[in-house]
């Protein structure tokens, strides 16, 4: 069995910084790609930021230059700093990997969420 953790949310003041991480555990055999999503109230979940293993990382127009993700391979975790934050990064933050694992043909795995607030 496959599990996706999140960590590091929070409350914050604009322009101030979050590192989220996310850890997959279990039956791994590989990780394929890791990535972050998000949902506001309201509105839909959106992608941040991603990577394909052994390929190039993606970020959503609205975080480039603010967030970077970063990962552990031995660890099969993930990292996504975020600095200069705003109310509009407001939202859960998700977890997601592709992951290939003993067992199971199972492929999409998703995190529970983590809250990020940013607000005066």
């Known amino acids: ?23 997959a555990s279990g039956s791994i055999v590989s990780v394929n ?27 959503a127009d609205s975080v480039k230059g603010r967030f970077t993700l970063f990962r552990d391979i031995a660890k099969n975790a993930m990292y996504l700093q975020m600095n200069s934050l705003k109310p509009e990064d407001t939202a859960v933050y998700f977890c997601n990997a592709h992951i290939t694992a003993r067992g199971t043909s199972r492929y999409d795995y998703w995190g529970q969420g983590t809250q990020v607030t940013v607000s005066s």
């Open 33 to 59: 790609a890791m990535g972050w999503f998000r949902q506001a109230p309201g509105k839909q979940r959106e992608s941040v930021a991603g990577f394909i293993s052994g390929g190039s990382t993606n970020y």
């Open 1 to 23: 069995q496959v599990q996706l953790v999140e960590s590091g949310g929070g409350s914050v003041q604009p322009g101030g910084s979050l590192r989220l991480s996310c850890a």
